[in-house]
């Protein structure tokens, strides 16, 4: 991680640290799954260079932090986790651009998937039911994708419902469902779901 995405990180704990009362809170473990967008470049016989976007596979897990009270609708959010974005495709999805030349093609990708690790803050919103027992939310969700193995760190963001639901006055199950748009040097996009359970206390 370098000193330059320091502020990244210390913005997201600040902004939990705003949400709501370090007087309770949660601990959990999470797992995710997903996709997000990849660009594929590839040359024809002349060198000329094309591209396309693909959506492709991610997964991972971590650790899912709560901040306030188990009764509150509004709690602070953070997680800690590394993922694993899949490589684009050799298979192009739209297949070759109309103005490819000749009949080999020389694709340039990542071998494998690369592990990143993210951390997020942000707000979870319980709209409607017992945010102690069976809640709809919402989540909305900054951060960062501080640690990359080739430098191509990256902002960050979630959006999106979740259900979550008190098995007793401690532990809750959790599922969402999210938008996460990604920052580089430009907008790209993705989409994924997580799932966890954690300890709450007051």
């Known amino acids: 991680m370098h000193l330059h995405h320091l502020p990244l990180i210390a913005g997201a704990l600040a902004l939990t640290s705003l949400a709501a009362p ?29 591209y396309e976007d693909q959506m492709r596979p991610n997964y991972g897990g971590g650790v ?6 188990r009764d509150d609708r509004v709690q602070g959010t953070m ?7 899949e490589p684009a495709s050799t298979d192009l999805v739209n297949g070759r651009d ?10 340039a990708l990542r071998p494998e998937a690369r592990n990143i690790g993210i951390a997020t803050a942000g707000i979870q919103w319980s709209l409607v ?9 919402l989540l909305t969700n900054v951060g960062a994708a501080a640690i990359t193995p080739d ?10 419902p979740g259900v979550s639901f008190g098995l007793d ?6 599922g969402e469902a999210l938008y996460q748009p990604r920052w580089r040097k430009g907008l790209t996009h993705g989409a994924g779901g997580t799932v966890g359970v954690r300890y709450l206390f007051d």
């Open 22 to 50: 370090a007087l309770a809170g949660g601990f959990g473990l999470m797992g995710a799954a997903g996709v997000h967008q990849e660009r594929a470049d590839y040359y024809d016989e002349d060198e000329n260079h094309f």
């Open 169 to 174: 006055s401690s532990i809750q199950v959790f």
């Open 129 to 137: 039911g017992d945010p102690a027992g069976l809640s709809l939310n």
């Open 151 to 160: 430098l191509s760190e990256f902002a960050y963001a979630e959006i999106g």
């Open 79 to 85: 997680k800690i986790y590394m993922q694993a974005d």
């Open 64 to 69: 899912y932090i709560m901040l306030g009270d």
């Open 98 to 107: 109309p103005d490819f030349v000749g009949d080999t093609i020389t694709i």
